[in-house]
């Protein structure tokens, strides 16, 4: 079935390194969505990448949707105690929402 | 603007009992979500409603797990009779159509 891998499962970075998360699929995504879940949150939407090449910011966040949009990525520069939480990217296509299983980042002060 | 509303928070049960979980979405949005999601682990779709159809149950363990959504707004989620490994968090979301997702706090179940 559908399926959405994102790499890597956990990131340790000391505050003020960059960090990146991947999301991949072995089929074409239809849009992309990133969501951050605080630890014991709920999901917060981030953003949805929709065109192929997209490339969108917020602030220190940039969001990137592959030519082939079999892949996206989401990269955080110089990360804050603020940043920690898990990464989500979601499989929106075909009226279905498809999440992957998230990328833990950490953030030492 | 009011969020998704669920609940109950928490709920402890032994196995072989039944419980609920409600959720109220956003008003307006036609689009609701249950989502399992196991400590450690993304959220999984167990079934999308659009209105008060079902859009996809495919992952939803039916010979135990319930959802219905009545009149097209609120829903329930049951489980009967509910295993160990049920044990986790049901997250709720609601979007306008396949847009954007709202979560809800979620309820988080223990089963003993």
């Known amino acids: 079935g559908q399926q959405v891998m994102q790499i890597p499962q956990y990131q340790h970075v000391q505050e003020g390194e960059d960090f990146t998360t991947y999301c991949n699929s072995s089929?074409?995504?239809?849009?992309i969505q990133w969501y951050k879940q605080r630890p014991g949150g709920h999901p917060v939407f981030l953003i949805q990448l929709v065109k192929s090449g997209e490339v969108k910011k917020q602030k220190r966040l940039t969001f990137q949707f592959g030519e082939a949009k079999k892949n996206s990525s989401l990269h955080i520069t110089a990360t804050q105690t603020t940043d920690v939480g898990t990464y989500f990217c979601?499989?929106?296509?075909?009226?279905?929402?498809?999440f992957g299983a998230g990328t833990r980042l950490f953030v030492k002060a | 603007e009011a969020g998704v509303a669920q609940s109950p928070r928490y709920k402890i049960i032994e196995k072989r009992q039944s419980v609920a979980f409600w959720c109220n979405p956003i008003?307006?949005?036609?689009?609701l979500y249950w989502y399992q999601q196991i400590l450690g682990q993304g959220p999984k779709l167990l079934i999308q409603f659009q209105n008060n159809g079902v859009v996809d149950d495919s992952q939803l363990p039916k010979d135990r797990f319930s959802a219905e959504r009545l009149k097209g707004v609120d829903s329930t989620l049951k489980i009967q009779p509910a295993k160990l490994e049920d044990s986790a968090v049901y997250l709720c979301?609601?979007?306008?159509?396949?847009?954007?997702?709202?979560f809800g706090q979620g309820t988080r179940l223990t089963v003993v």
């Open positions: 979301a609601s979007s306008l159509g396949g847009g954007q997702a709202f």
């Open positions: 979601a499989d929106t296509g075909g009226f279905k929402t498809i």
């Open positions: 008003s307006g949005h036609a689009t």
């Open positions: 089929t074409t995504l239809s849009n």
